[in-house]
């Protein structure tokens, strides 16, 4: 008997032991929910609209190459009258992609529509494409009602996507003052699905960076920019991205 009540008292300690052992693998658990769900609720948010931003950056380079390629594509001899050689208005300029959208060319040659000001994607036009009519200098907007295709509004936390056709090839990009840790990431991120060479992150927070080799362009100080290269020459100037500098062998 006195064996029999030894062994229960045994087996008793093994199945609290075992019990023990679950309670503490449950607290564990509970622990790192806790953890998780305790994350700053503007840290979850900041990481969220970082991760949105990017998708929706994707999503509108697709749209922008696209349409740029159909004009390259429906329009091939461009412009002739686009002074691109050296020293003109858009030197080293491809004249049958959209020249850039504040070159002087739209004043210099009486065409319809007024210099935008700016380097806005959104104002680019289509070299060859005059809606009808006989006169190489009316531009088509790429963009625009006529032509069935609209520019979306920029990325939240970005600025608008801007535009450059020059002596480094053509490109665009966009840029953004919001520096936190997920938006920088997030792009690095992006950056792998493309080319080497076809994109890359400009880290600008310490300082503005050159985009190109006649330094008139910059990603200004205290932003990252993100850039999509169409084609780039030999002069081109690529800044290499945070995470990755293999661009550093580029163009």
């Known amino acids: 008997m006195r064996d029999l009540n030894a062994y229960n008292n045994k087996a008793r ?3 609290q032991g075992s019990a023990l052992v679950y309670i503490l693998i449950a607290i564990a658990l509970l622990a ?6 305790m994350e700053p609720s503007s840290q979850q948010t900041s990481s969220q609209g970082s991760f949105k931003a990017i998708s929706s950056i994707e999503a509108q380079i697709d749209s922008i190459r696209s349409a740029i390629q159909e004009c390259v594509l429906t329009y091939p001899a461009g412009d002739s009258l686009i002074d691109n050689g050296v020293g003109g208005d858009d030197e080293g300029a491809r004249d049958n992609y959209p020249i850039n ?12 529509y007024d210099q935008s000001g700016d380097r806005l994607v959104k104002n680019i036009r289509c070299p060859g494409n005059n809606g009808g009519v006989g006169n190489e200098s009316k531009h088509e907007k790429i ?22 056709n020059g002596n480094d090839g053509v490109f665009f990009w966009i840029e953004t003052d919001k520096t936190d840790a997920f938006l920088v990431s997030a792009l690095d ?12 992150v400009i ?9 190109d080799s006649d330094a008139t362009l910059t990603c200004p100080s205290g932003s990252v920019c993100f850039r999509v290269w169409m084609f780039s020459k030999a002069t081109a100037v690529f800044n290499g991205d945070t995470t990755d500098t293999s661009e550093a062998t580029c163009p």
Not at 203 to 211: E, F, P, R, Y
Request: with cysteine.
């Open 143 to 164: 963009f625009s009602s006529s032509a069935g295709r609209f520019m979306p509004t920029a990325p939240a936390l970005f600025n608008d996507w801007q535009y450059y």
């Open 32 to 37: 790192a929910l806790t953890v998780t769900f």
């Open 101 to 112: 959208p504040n070159s002087n060319y739209y004043s210099a040659n009486a065409a319809p």
């Open 189 to 200: 991120k992006l950056d792998t699905k493309f080319a080497t060479c076809e994109t890359d």
């Open 13 to 15: 300690a093994g199945e």
């Open 203 to 211: 880290d600008a927070t310490s300082a503005a960076k050159d985009l």
